[in-house]
Nanobody, 126 residues
Framework: QVQLVESGGGLVQPGGSLRLSCVASGRTFGRYAMGWFRQAPGKGRDFVAAINWSAGTTYYADSVKGRFTISRDNPKNTVYLQMNNLEPEDTADYYC???????????????????WGQGTQVTVSS
């Protein structure tokens, strides 16, 4: 079992920044990939960013490339999402996810993840 708890969401003006954190407990954190997804009101859950177990490889949605950065601190069991130059279109609930099992799905796919956090809300508005 893996428990994931997100934090760091809030209200920010366009052009502002936020850093989301996701703390994991349970299985050995340093052995699995982590991802961030988001879900805007009335829409499906979309991929944002992912990072492999060693932090050697990262993946980003085109819409956030150059603005968001995913990172992880394995000794702290934490994955981060630094979000800069936020836009109103970034408004959504943000979820972290863990991919603890061997999967054929790419880390950009929801299907690659078997554990999810409860989400943290991000609102970008003036």
């Amino acid at each position: 079992q893996v428990q994931l708890v997100e934090s760091g969401g809030g209200l920010v003006q366009p052009g502002g920044s936020l850093r989301l954190s996701c703390v994991a407990s349970g299985r050995t954190f340093g052995r699995y990939a982590m991802g961030w997804f988001r879900q805007a009101p009335g829409k499906g859950r979309d991929f944002v960013a992912a990072i492999n177990w060693s932090a050697g490889t990262t993946y980003y949605a085109d819409s956030v490339k150059g603005r968001f950065t995913i990172s992880r601190d394995n000794p702290k069991n934490t994955v981060y999402l630094q979000m800069n130059n936020l836009e109103p279109e970034d408004t959504a609930d943000y979820y972290c996810a863990a991919s603890t099992l061997l999967t054929a799905y790419p880390y950009t796919s929801i299907k690659a993840y078997d554990y999810w956090g409860q989400g943290t809300q991000v609102t970008v508005s003036s």
